[in-house]
């Protein structure tokens, strides 16, 4: 288990110091992360009303920090280039969420197709029931993108470094908020990008 936590902790710090240097996309993954946090408690109320929360709310935030807001020249930093971080990257790349994006952007198109989803939905009658059965085919997308990548992990990395990814994104919600809390006062103070820290040991 020891080297399952180092393996967590290595993957956090990577994930930190490279694709988390704008205070505003830090900002953005505390407000992505308390939804979250929303979306994990009422799923066990309300699976429909989670998922709207965790695609419309924190995923839209969280994406938008790093699609709009990082930056992506050459990190002095980490002396990395953007392109060989999106070539290391464990998880979800740009490129591999941008099609994440499309396939959620389109998945209502299914209900159009057939209404009843295979059988597996009453076909909707109002638009609040139509919204429900979206909210859903968003819940098994969320809960199938995780599970695809961590058997893709498998495959081509080993079984812990799937199982890593995995706990990692899924905690991310608690560390995020962690990490992240006083980046929106570091706006407030005019800081854009945030100062360089030693590297996690």
């Given at each position: 288990?020891?080297?399952?936590?180092?393996?967590?902790?290595?993957?956090?710090?990577?994930?930190?110091?490279?694709?988390?240097?704008?205070?505003?996309?830090?900002?953005?993954?505390?407000?992505?992360?308390?939804?979250?946090?929303?979306?994990?408690?009422?799923?066990?109320?309300?699976?429909?009303?989670?998922?709207?929360?965790?695609?419309?709310?924190?995923?839209?935030?969280?994406?938008?920090?790093?699609?709009?807001?990082?930056?992506?020249?050459?990190?002095?930093v980490?002396?990395?280039?953007?392109?060989?971080?999106?070539?290391?990257?464990?998880?979800?790349?740009?490129?591999?969420?941008?099609?994440?994006?499309?396939?959620?952007?389109?998945?209502?198109?299914?209900?159009?197709v057939?209404?009843?989803?295979?059988?597996?939905?009453?076909?909707?009658?109002?638009?609040?029931?139509?919204?429900?059965?979206?909210?859903?085919?968003?819940?098994?997308?969320?809960?199938?993108g995780?599970?695809?990548?961590?058997?893709q992990?498998?495959?081509?990395?080993?079984?812990?470094?799937?199982?890593?990814?995995?706990?990692?994104?899924?905690?991310?919600?608690?560390?995020?908020?962690?990490?992240?809390?006083?980046?929106?006062?570091?706006?407030?103070?005019?800081?854009?990008?945030?100062?360089?820290?030693?590297?996690?040991?």
């Amino acid at each position: 288990m020891k080297g399952f936590f180092q393996a967590l902790e290595e993957q956090r710090w990577d994930d930190h110091r490279y694709y988390h240097h704008s205070r505003i996309n830090q900002a953005l993954h505390l407000v992505s992360a308390i939804s979250f946090l929303v979306a994990y408690v009422l799923v066990f109320f309300d699976p429909a009303v989670s998922a709207l929360i965790g695609w419309l709310v924190a995923m839209t935030t969280r994406q938008a920090g790093h699609f709009f807001f990082e930056p992506k020249g050459y990190d002095e930093v980490n002396h990395a280039t953007h392109e060989y971080k999106e070539e290391i990257k464990v998880g979800y790349n740009l490129r591999r969420k941008t099609v994440l994006l499309i396939i959620w952007a389109a998945s209502p198109l299914v209900l159009l197709v057939d209404p009843a989803l295979f059988g597996l939905v009453t076909p909707a009658s109002t638009p609040a029931e139509f919204i429900r059965h979206v909210a859903k085919i968003w819940l098994f997308l969320g809960l199938a993108g995780l599970v695809f990548r961590t058997v893709q992990l498998f495959i081509i990395k080993d079984v812990q470094t799937g199982l890593v990814w995995a706990t990692k994104i899924l905690t991310d919600p608690f560390h995020d908020i962690k990490l992240y809390h006083k980046a929106p006062l570091a706006l407030m103070r005019g800081e854009r990008i945030e100062e360089p820290k030693e590297q996690h040991g």
